[in-house]
């Protein structure tokens, strides 16, 4: 899938160092997300939740979120970092905003074992409804 081992060693190492920036005093469940944006940056979010517990955001979306702002227009890939043994693929809200400016990204998912998860965006949004649909 159209990432390196090095790229894909260097954006997880990312997504784990940025959960440590998680606020999730509610779950403790601290995720990272690194997204490698078409310009080649890496882009660095963690979820945020909120004692309102609807309007919290995950990660993944933190992430893409700060690359847009940034002006970045595609997404090449991103990793997510969750602190359980087997990995966690985005939720679905995330995988709708990836599909947004990276169809066919690539989405690594790791954990705190040597354990994870490759597929690309396509693969976990199948049919996806996107830009496309509005032409």
């Keep these: 899938m159209g990432l390196s081992s090095s790229q894909r060693r260097r954006l997880s190492a990312a997504a784990r160092r940025a959960a440590r920036s998680a606020y999730a005093p509610y779950s403790k469940f601290r995720v990272g997300a690194a997204v490698l ?51 966690t693929p985005p939720c679905g809200a995330c995988r709708q ?19 994870r998860v490759v597929a690309t965006l396509d693969q976990l949004l199948p049919d996806a409804f996107g830009p496309a649909n509005l032409r």
Excluded at 64 to 75: H, M, P
Excluded at 97 to 115: D, L, M
């Design 37 to 87: 944006a078409g310009s080649g940056r890496i882009y660095t979010g963690a979820n945020i939740e909120d004692a309102s517990y609807g309007l919290a955001c995950c990660a993944e979306r933190t992430a893409v979120f700060q690359a847009i702002a940034e002006g970045e227009r595609r997404i090449a890939a991103v990793a997510v970092f969750t602190p359980t043994p087997k990995p």
């Design 97 to 115: 905003v990836i599909n947004e400016f990276g169809p066919r990204a690539v989405v690594v998912c790791t954990c705190r074992s040597r354990e």
